[in-house]
């Protein structure tokens, strides 16, 4: 009898979004350890940076300057592929797989996507106007915090369906703010947590209408109360 592959349980959505996040970074590592791309391979990474990564000084030139090339747009949209180290990128991705079973069976593929690119996008937005400096915003974190956001509403429905503490579903969320403050404080941080907290909110704010039912669903629960 032959066992069911764990992949077969995941939605279509987030498991190519899981092979693009870790096969670019398979490619990049293996470049780095001179196994593909020859001398050049060990570049690769920052050649990844300068090319898809996000920047307030992006955001400045297309809003100060009214500079709008597709170069600079898609650097909103582009940045999730590249990651500063392979444990960067591996967290990413396992948290994509994690949360892609969830969000994706309750939210189906088109709305899951949906989440990840506004979180992502908006994300780096809000990063660009509020970072101090112009560190690179690199990482797929905000649109997965996007996806935490949506897992938060799908889960603080459910626990008031059983009369449970909603706030509860809160819980996960807080847990990794406490991490990041704890990270923080003993290794120092990077200004990607306003991104990352920026696309939970948004995450948290767009998932009403891309949850089952949608904004007449919602309107309707809020008649309720």
């Given at each position: ?65 009214g500079i709008v090339t597709v170069d600079l747009a898609k650097r909103l949209v582009t940045y999730p592929i590249a990651h500063a180290s392979f444990t960067h990128a591996l967290w990413a ?61 799908v889960l603080w429905l459910r626990l008031g369906q059983i009369g449970e503490n909603q706030y509860r579903a809160f819980t996960l969320i ?52």
């Amino acid at each position: 009898m032959s066992e069911e592959s764990p992949f077969n349980a995941i939605p279509a959505a987030p498991l190519l979004l899981f092979l693009a996040v870790f096969g670019v970074e398979l490619a990049i590592s293996a470049a780095a350890q001179g196994f593909v791309g020859g001398q050049e391979g060990v570049g690769w990474r920052i050649a990844l940076f300068d090319r898809f990564a996000f920047a307030p000084s992006v955001l400045d030139v297309m809003v100060e300057r009214g500079i709008v090339t597709v170069d600079l747009a898609k650097r909103l949209v582009t940045y999730p592929i590249a990651h500063a180290s392979f444990t960067h990128a591996l967290w990413a991705s396992v948290l994509i797989l994690a949360l892609g079973k969830f969000v994706g069976e309750a939210y189906g593929s088109p709305a899951f996507l949906t989440v990840f690119v506004v979180a992502t996008v908006f994300g780096a937005l809000i990063y660009g106007a509020l970072a101090p400096g112009n560190v690179p915003l690199v990482g797929s974190y905000p649109g997965i915090y996007g996806l935490i956001g949506a897992y938060t509403y799908v889960l603080w429905l459910r626990l008031g369906q059983i009369g449970e503490n909603q706030y509860r579903a809160f819980t996960l969320i807080g847990i990794l703010v406490g991490l990041m403050l704890i990270y923080s404080i003993f290794f120092g941080s990077t200004p990607w947590w306003i991104a990352e907290l920026s696309g939970f909110v948004v995450g948290l704010a767009v998932a009403p209408l891309l949850a089952p039912g949608g904004w007449t669903a919602f309107l309707a629960r809020l008649r309720r109360r």
